[in-house]
């Protein structure tokens, strides 16, 4: 069955009990057994609920996987998969990464002796230098947040199985719609399913998605051991989302072409950021490796900060919120928000400035949101 369909069906019967074609909300945290250890596979619901079996079964599916795994925010699907590598464990990781992601990882460094390089992963000699030391993990975001800089996937996949290392990516941003990293030679996916996947700016939530069975047994036990689960409510919603997420991304990546082409025309704009403009220095890898370009448009203003603020008084179709993904356009200040938390002097070397700003283009007519960016621009 072809991507779209498999949204709509993959890993999702018709309740055997009923028939209802929707996956049944099991609000219940433990199950009866017919005698000791006697069971239909579901024990408690941390371990497992058969809601949550759902949305794993068609995420695992979705991203070309063995395995998924839900949890109740992206940071805890992370900090899941972090808990697979131990002591002294060395993390070859993109340089321009999620804030929370890299503050996990700083946090693990300090505390249990994580060992990390924070490489520019655009070429990938900087990816075979950093593979000189045997490492463990090779972790990858592409498109980044919020400057969407990619990495070829295949050639990374390829030099850090040589050296010997598991392969993970963030694939928040372009979605299985767009990009499957497992396909082009990852071992983990891992998401947010706050963002796209659940779609409407309603839930938390995370996944990861593995290559391997026996990756995805030791993460069951981890998830299990753990215990970050999303609420059987949540995994509903995010089942939901997915019912929509081909039509929606054709929808967001339709506003972000229209936004980003009102952007590039205006002189005064620094930089726009969009990998589907042919201006964007990896658009040729954007069309082979992505079966479009996303749905995020980051865009420099000129005036920093000042220039920020003018620009967003006057937006009224955008809102100025963290997090992406939604059916609505948001707008977010990352020196400011999403990335306070990174030292002002990595930001900016990275390019994250004080005029940059990133937008979530929803699923508004693209004209609308077209029209909202340039009259923004008008208050420059
Ligand atoms: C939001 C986000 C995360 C973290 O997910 P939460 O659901 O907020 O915990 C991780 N990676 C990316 C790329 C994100 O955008």
Redesign the pocket.
Known sequence: MRFDTRLIHSGQPADPQTGAVNTPIYLSSTFKQSAPNRHRGFVYSRTANPTRSVLEAALASLESGRAGLAFS??????VTLLEAFPTGSRIVSIDDL?G??RRLFEHHRKQFGLRIAYVDMRTTDAVAGALDDPADLVYI?SPT?PLLKLVDLRAVARLAHRAGAVVAV?N??ATPAVQRPIELGADIV??????YLGGHSDI???ALVVKERRAGREFAWLQNAVGAVPSPFDCFLVLRGLHTLGVRMRAHQAGARAVAEVLARDRRVRRVIYPGLASHPQHALARRQMAGYGGIVSVELPGGLRGARRFLKRLKVFTLAE???GVESLVDHPATMTHASVPRAEREAIGVTDGLLRLSCGIEDPADLADDVRYALGGL
């Open positions: 925010s992206g940071l805890g699907a992370l999620y929370g992601t975001e947040n963030d928040t941003f891992l998401h947010s399913t706050t963002k938390v939530g995370g997090s992406l993904g």
